[in-house]
């Protein structure tokens, strides 16, 4: 579990850095796009690794803005990240921590978490899914990435703050996302 969250963390924090468009991740405007609260963002950039082990495929994936991030003020720029077992296919996963989804390998458990901030350096928020339930639709495309959709609005918590978050942030917003890749 220890290599799922430093992986998890590692790809969040190099993406959720980035400045720069990735040209090889393909088109990038309003195709993919997600919601916290009544912030949307619009992917610049994106990563996916996949590692295999004892016949189980784990997936993980981060999604994040550039330049300004949606120019929303402290608010500015996103990044989301995702875990899941790949090797159970596409099909809908149930939103769950990583404890859940470790524990309950045969079954399609997703980890999302989206941090907020990112575009600018005076603090950022980690949120992660409050509780249990909610959803999301998970398909792959001709080229072998992954695509991730949360339709129906999940609560999101606060749960990690850099260099003191934001402080007008709300505890909770509720997030969708379009087609993440």
């Known amino acids: 579990m220890k290599r799922i969250l430093t992986l998890l963390l590692g790809t969040a924090f190099l993406f959720s850095c980035s400045k720069k468009?990735?040209?090889n991740t393909g088109p990038s405007s309003?195709?993919?796009s997600w919601k916290l609260g009544q912030y949307?963002?619009?992917r610049g950039t994106s990563s996916q690794s996949s590692t295999t082990s004892s016949g189980k495929t784990i997936t993980a994936m981060a999604v994040g803005t550039t330049g300004d991030g949606g120019n929303f003020g402290a608010f500015s720029?996103?990044?989301l990240t995702f875990t899941f077992y790949s090797n159970?296919?596409?099909g809908e996963y149930r939103?769950?921590?990583t404890e859940a989804m470790v524990s309950s390998p045969t079954a399609r458990i997703i980890v999302i978490n989206c941090t907020i901030g990112t575009a600018v350096n005076t603090g950022s928020l980690l949120y992660s899914v409050l509780g249990?339930?909610?959803t999301a639709s998970v398909t792959q495309d001709s080229n072998g990435k992954y695509h991730v959709s949360v339709s129906t609005p999940v609560t999101f918590k606060k749960d990690i703050a850099v260099n003191g978050g934001i402080p007008a942030a709300q505890e909770t917003y509720d997030l969708t996302i379009k087609n993440a890749y």
Do not use: H, N, P
Request: no cysteine; glycine share 24%.
């Open 21 to 23: 468009k990735d040209d």
């Open 30 to 32: 309003a195709d993919a």
């Open 40 to 42: 949307t963002y619009v």
């Open 77 to 79: 720029g996103s990044a």
């Open 88 to 90: 159970l296919g596409e």
């Open 95 to 97: 939103l769950g921590t």
């Open 132 to 134: 249990t339930g909610g």
